[in-house]
């Protein structure tokens, strides 16, 4: 009960690993710390949880939910990558960054619970000011739906939390519906570009600005 850091790449590769749980003094979970832990299927979170790091639970295959507690205020880039069985995930309210590729490759992620309030993607990579890689670039590829649900508490929508470049062969995020709270006034630049199976979209009535190339590329829409 007295941990509060888990240091870099410290259960790295644990195969026969298939269940966590985090007390709640646990505050830091570092670099790459349960990366590659092909047989974990859950994790039981704490209430103390501030920052998930870089590769935290990349390849973590057998996984198949992240609802990520409040107070959690940072998800760092692929900390959640090639968690190819992921179905659902609930970002909280109380996250404030989430890292670019954050869940690369999620192939059958068919949730997004998206709460966060106040949020920003840093560090995007990009090739010029029309694209680059956002946090979900590839996810729900395996799904036959990925539905993406902006509750009450959100108000603005992060710029590039879904955009692709689909031009250096980077597989866009296959959204298929959107539903936006009348909470949500604005959609960032960048936020949905290329999501080419976008076919559903609800704004809501409090949306009153949508971003430069917000939905460029959504040919399904």
């Known amino acids: 009960t007295g941990v509060n850091t888990i240091g870099e790449y410290a259960f790295n590769g644990c195969t026969g690993l298939q269940t966590v749980t985090f007390k709640d003094k646990l505050s830091t979970i570092n670099t790459g710390a349960f990366e590659n832990c092909t047989n974990l299927t859950s994790i039981t979170w704490g209430k103390g949880l501030d920052t998930i790091g870089k590769y935290a639970f990349?390849?973590?295959?057998?996984?198949?939910?992240?609802?990520?507690?409040?107070?959690?205020?940072?998800?760092?880039?692929?900390?959640?990558?090639?968690?190819?069985?992921?179905?659902?995930?609930?970002?909280?309210?109380?996250v404030t960054s989430i890292g670019a590729e954050a869940f690369y490759n999620t192939t059958k992620l068919s949730k997004i619970n998206f709460k966060a309030k106040n949020c920003t993607v840093p560090g995007i990579w990009r090739y010029d000011d029309n694209r680059g890689v956002g946090v979900f670039s590839g996810a729900g590829s395996a799904a036959s739906k990925l539905e993406v649900i902006f509750t009450s508490s959100v108000t603005t929508v992060p710029n590039g939390l879904f955009n692709t470049d689909r031009e250096n062969g980077y597989p866009y995020a296959y959204v298929?519906?959107?539903?936006?709270?009348?909470?949500?006034?604005?959609?960032?630049?960048?936020?949905?570009?290329?999501?080419?199976?976008?076919?559903?979209?609800?704004?809501?009535?409090?949306?009153?600005?949508?971003?430069?190339?917000?939905?460029?590329?959504c040919t399904g829409l």
């Open 176 to 217: 298929t519906g959107i539903t936006f709270n009348s909470s949500v006034k604005e959609i960032g630049n960048y936020a949905f570009q290329n999501c080419e199976n976008l076919s559903k979209l609800v704004l809501g009535t409090g949306v009153n600005t949508i971003g430069e190339y917000a939905f460029n590329g």
């Open 58 to 94: 990349k390849g973590c295959t057998s996984l198949k939910a992240a609802n990520i507690p409040t107070p959690t205020t940072t998800i760092c880039n692929q900390a959640f990558a090639n968690t190819t069985s992921l179905t659902t995930l609930t970002i909280p309210s109380s």
